[in-house]
């Protein structure tokens, strides 16, 4: 285990509806990450949060809103969401946000948008 | 931004066999380079880390060479063993930026 946990591990929704992805880390982290891991596409950086305030967001379509009420909670909710937006979506930490920091991945959650 | 391309996409290798895989980085500025390991149902996990600050590190079974003036870096994996089998991703940080540019990963199968 890393440290790292995703709730749920599998998802299926419609495009109408509403859900939210969390995230957790038990390691005492400042910073946490929201990826987008699509089939034979390397992993693409959605967000980053340093000390709870969002500090990157890669140019994220709107019915992806992320919170982040404490530097060990994360929250991806989702709405309105399109058939290719079916990925794995994975949660990362690091202890903060560098050029040098090692991130710590959660096994992620398999979302599927029919 | 920084541009990370990882070689072969697919690698299969006996067991007790070397295997290798290749990235290359484009910004010259760049100066952590992680690789990660994702088995089935996972998330990746990291399993060595080179700053470009020195040429080569060892864990083990597991290397990782750089080569600045190229720019590119290789994992090298010894005595392959059937729980190597997993998909590798490398990745850069570039100039300017604290965000990781992965590869797009090499699915490794060791055959027993």
């Known amino acids: 285990e890393t440290g790292v946990t995703q709730t749920p591990r599998h998802l299926v929704m419609g495009m109408t509806n509403k859900k939210s992805l969390k995230c957790e880390q038990h390691?005492?982290?400042?910073?946490m990450y929201w990826y987008k891991q699509s089939a034979k596409k390397p992993l693409e950086l959605m967000f980053v949060?340093?000390?709870?305030?969002?500090?990157e967001n890669n140019s994220v379509p709107s019915r992806f809103s992320p919170e982040c009420p404490n530097s060990s909670h994360l929250f991806l909710h989702l709405h309105t969401l399109q058939p290719e937006d079916s990925a794995l979506y994975l949660c990362?930490?690091?202890?903060?946000?560098?050029?040098?920091?090692?991130?710590?991945f959660g096994p992620g959650t398999r979302l599927l948008v029919l | 931004g920084e541009n990370v391309e990882q070689h072969p996409s697919t690698l299969s290798v006996q067991e007790g066999d070397s295997a290798v895989i290749k990235c290359t980085y484009s910004?010259?500025?760049?100066?952590?380079f992680p690789w990660y390991k994702q088995e089935l149902g996972k998330g990746p996990q990291l399993i060595i880390d080179?700053?470009?600050?020195?040429g080569e590190k060892k864990d083990q079974r597991i290397a990782v060479t750089l080569n600045k003036t190229a720019k590119h870096f290789s994992l090298h994996i010894t005595e392959t063993q059937p729980e190597d089998s997993a998909v590798y991703f490398c990745?850069?940080?570039?100039?300017?930026?604290?965000?990781?540019?992965f590869g797009k990963g090499t699915k490794l199968s060791v055959i027993p």
């Open positions: 080179i700053r470009s600050n020195v």
């Open positions: 390691l005492g982290h400042n910073a």
């Open positions: 990745a850069a940080t570039g100039a300017g930026s604290y965000q990781l540019t």
């Open positions: 910004d010259s500025a760049s100066n952590y």
């Open positions: 990362a930490s690091s202890q903060d946000y560098g050029r040098q920091e090692t991130q710590y």
């Open positions: 949060y340093n000390f709870k305030e969002q500090t």
